[in-house]
């Protein structure tokens, strides 16, 4: 709120904030309940693989705060212009929401910060590349894509959730990217933007880029790195551009994923890439010829 009071001091301040509490806005201020704990803690992440039962994630704060920027009287609109960590908002995954403070925060955002269209970041459907990247399974978007539409028809609001993808991780092969192609197109996204991979600094992904094996496990992990096999990733992506389709029917006929071919180009399977074992009669009548 001091932060706030500084901007709309400023002359040029029109009433408009862009973007409230930053990246992962909904982890604005999280932190251990009891930092002693904390402070002896190894752990390389606090919501991987499972929540830690020493974080305090309730909503309840940041609700209330959002609220506050709301009503202040030089604030026309403060937005969530950064992704929210949307696992964190889902019960399945974060069993702390027995007062109700998930759904409070999320029709908070719905009702009054987003602008036009709010940005999560799934960044994959395989759990395998997501195991990697330490992030839940894919099902817990499902989940939260439910909660978001029941909120927003509830408000009669029909703001887009914008999903945000990435390619080329390490762990993740092409047919990975067609399944992804597939599960979004199912769910009824078309989406524009994929992210490729790029390593950065002091994160488990890029040891496993520049070293090929996994760091704790020492198993090797696949990573894609030239120009083409991060292209074809890609392409996957954009199945519903007629420049792709034919590339994409081929490259799946090769992968043998009749059903994916299907799923992303609406061609029915060919009775010839299905596979279906023979039929017993004609088995025992092709015998005794
Ligand atoms: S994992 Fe738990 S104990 Fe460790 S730093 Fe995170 S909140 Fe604290």
Known sequence: M??????????DFKGYISDLGG??????????KD?????????????????CNNLDTNHKHMTELYRKVDK???????????????DLLVDDFNKNNNDGNHDEYIEQV????????????????????LRVMRKPSFKYFHKFKEKYDRIS????????????????????????????AAETKDMGFQLEQVQD???????????????????????????????EEKQNQNKFFFWYKKENRDWIRR????????????????????ESQEQKPMPKWLEERRKKK
Do not use: W
Request: charged share 20%; hydrophobic share 35%.
């Open 153 to 180: 028809e509830k408000n009669n609001l029909k703001q887009q959730l914008i999903p945000y993808f990435i390619s080329s991780h390490p762990g993740c092969e092409e047919v990975d990217m067609a399944n992804l």
């Open 251 to 270: 490259r799946l006929q090769q992968a043998n994923r009749p059903d994916l071919i299907e799923k992303l180009l609406d061609e029915p399977k060919a």
């Open 197 to 227: 991979f790029t390593p950065t600094p002091m994160t488990v992904a890029t040891v496993i880029y520049y070293s090929g094996v996994h760091p704790y496990t020492l198993k090797p992990v696949k990573t894609v790195k030239t120009r």
């Open 2 to 11: 001091n932060e706030l009071e500084q901007v709309v001091a400023d002359p």
């Open 110 to 129: 719905i009702t009054r910060h987003v602008s036009g269209r709010l940005k999560v970041a799934p960044e994959h459907t395989s759990d395998a590349t």
């Open 35 to 51: 930092e002693a704990i904390c402070a002896r803690c190894s752990s390389p992440s606090c919501i991987h693989p499972v929540i």
């Open 23 to 32: 990246p992962s806005a909904n982890m604005y201020r999280m932190q251990g």
């Open 72 to 86: 202040h009287p030089k604030v026309k609109k403060a937005f969530i212009g950064s992704g929210i960590r949307y």
